[in-house]
């Protein structure tokens, strides 16, 4: 949120000020932890950006972390962490904790909600449907990606669950 105004100062100067709200300071990014945009950086991305910025939003794509996108980025982790915390501090990405694998995920009962908003589901499309060049999926096959997390449910139960 900010504020704009153009001061006319005379026939030959005009004062442009904008006013910023003072951004919320971010806990400290740890290499480990994944950076997710909220908002589309490549869109939000001008010309008169910090380099590092530039150099990293291409990594920044919900899968890489910290410490990879600064391998990617061929750019000091430290740049990484400040740039990822700058981000934070304008809302502009969110952190999460590396997907692992060893890990067991379970589905709360909040899916339903998910199931029956459609702006949660054309979100979730958008999302998924990371090259632009091909075509667009539809919503049961990118919503059988989240069916093995029903852990000990057989194929019939998740065709039940999921309306298949």
Known sequence: MFG?????VNDANILQLKLFQKPKIPDEVFDHQVPVQIQDLQNLMEEDWDLTLKRIVPFINGVNHVDKIAQLSETNIGFVRDCVRQLLSFGLITMIDIFLYSNEYELTAKIA?????SALKEECLEFVW?????????????????RPILSGQTDKSNREIWKF
């Open 4 to 8: 704009e105004a153009n001061c006319i």
């Open 113 to 117: 909600d998910f199931l029956s908003n």
């Open 130 to 146: 990371s090259d632009k060049n091909t075509t667009k999926t539809n919503f049961p096959t990118c919503i059988s990606y989240f």
